[in-house]
């Protein structure tokens, strides 16, 4: 198929990345121009191990180029897919903004002579209602009677960064989202060399299984923290009991985010979980777990700050390994490592920052402002490995698992995701 992609961040990149190397071809639509002449020189934006390589022989062999504007190609194309952004607003709802201009200019672009209806898939996340509430109206407006050109798909991702393209090609599901809940035929060729689990089903439920999941992680990561503490506090190895804990498969479900650690952060969870509080206070749902959620989190950046510094002296010289919000990427939105920096610099601590991944040079977009916004003299913080190694610290803050990679000297190691 020939496929338009609007919005290239790390949903859409990824989309395209994997879908070249299964021989469709990609139109990328993005605002950004850097970002437009990075990609048609076949250089990625963003750090997620292997899609550069995607990236750039999709480049070379003619199956990926990247627009500011689609102009009149749109009318070859058999689909599109919308993977623009959802940030939050003031109020903690979705800003759908974006999601309201993309469906307008697709409207507009809208060949009246199709054979074939235009397959317009949403991956963004969105208020459940958004496809029968705002998009379907926008296309109606547009297109009126000839409504019938395009077919309106709800079809979220179930995406983690740094390991994005193994995430694409073995999901835990595909779920399709349909006016009336049944197939599609351009999705089963989208999906067709994917094996998981697929469900179709109507728009709503379509989108409101991104909240579903990213919310019940946010509450696995908070209730580990919050235990993590308590264990702490009381001297009892948190580590232990989260041993007894995740060998419970049967019931306690998941390792990954049950274990005391880190705060959350990144681009999903924390805007997700806003979301769904407005969601639940505008139709009364009395959501009391997922209202402290985020209050939980904070608190739980502080404790982290407060458990680092435990014992050293105002001026010690501290060292970061990693300050993304995960290992092998450089998304720095509403990271929980770059929280933890700021708090050290303002207690007046010598802060060093390591992380491979991150060149400040390469943030675009929300990333950079956010980086920025919070952490004015990032550049001046990064030290190379050479630098890490020929140095002594006071103290070291791994992040990620990077410590055990590097040979250092310091008084004292500190491995926040995992909480002894």
Do not use: W
Request: charged share 20%.
């Amino acid at each position: 198929m020939k496929i338009a992609i609007y919005g290239l961040g790390y949903v859409g990149l990824t989309a395209a990345g994997c879908l070249t190397s299964e021989g469709h071809s990609v139109i990328g639509v993005e605002v950004n121009k850097d970002k437009v002449m990075q990609l048609n020189a076949g250089r990625s934006p963003i750090t997620e191990p292997g899609l550069e390589d995607l990236l750039k022989t999709a480049v070379t062999e003619g199956r990926f180029e990247a627009l500011q504007h689609v102009g009149d190609q749109l009318a070859t194309c058999d689909m599109a897919i919308v993977c623009v952004g959802t940030p939050s607003a003031p109020d903690g709802s979705h800003n759908m903004s974006y999601i309201a201009e993309v469906s307008r200019q697709i409207a507009l672009s809208v060949d009246k002579g199709r054979a074939e209806p235009l397959t317009v898939v949403y991956r963004s996340t969105i208020r459940p209602g958004s496809v029968d509430g705002l998009i379907l109206p926008i296309f109606r407006s547009v297109l009126g009677e000839e409504i019938g050109l395009i077919e309106l798909i709800y079809n979220p991702e179930f995406l983690r960064e740094s390991v994005a393209i193994k995430d694409y090609f073995a999901p835990p599901k595909i779920v399709v989202g349909t006016h009336d809940g049944g197939k599609s035929k351009n999705m089963e060729l989208l999906n067709a060399n994917i094996i998981a689990p697929v469900f179709y089903t109507g728009y709503r439920e379509a989108e409101f299984t991104k909240f579903v999941d990213n919310t019940f992680h946010a509450v696995k990561v908070a209730f580990a923290n919050e235990i993590g503490r308590v264990c702490v506090q009381l001297g009892i190895s948190a580590k232990k009991v989260h041993e007894i804990f995740v060998s419970d498969t049967k019931l306690n479900i998941s390792a990954y985010y049950t274990r005391p650690g880190g705060a959350f952060g990144g681009s999903c969870l924390p805007k997700d979980v806003r979301a769904l509080q407005y969601i639940s206070g505008d139709v009364g749902g009395n959501t009391h777990l997922i209202d402290s959620l985020l209050r939980s989190n904070d608190s739980h950046k502080q404790f982290l700050f407060q458990h680092c510094i435990k014992g050293l002296e105002s001026d010690a010289k501290v060292l970061m390994l990693g300050l993304a919000f995960k290992t092998d990427t450089d998304d720095l939105r509403e990271s929980p490592n770059l929280d933890l920096a700021r708090r050290l610099l303002q207690a007046g601590f010598k802060l060093s920052i390591y992380d491979p991944a991150l060149e400040p040079s390469k943030l675009l977009g929300q990333n950079l402002g956010y980086a920025y916004s919070q952490l004015p003299s990032l550049a001046d913080l990064l030290v190379s490995q050479a630098d890490v190694e020929a140095a002594q610290y006071d103290l070291v803050i791994d992040t990620g698992g990077r410590a055990k990679q590097l040979r250092l000297d310091s008084a004292k190691l500190i491995d926040i995701n995992a909480l002894q």
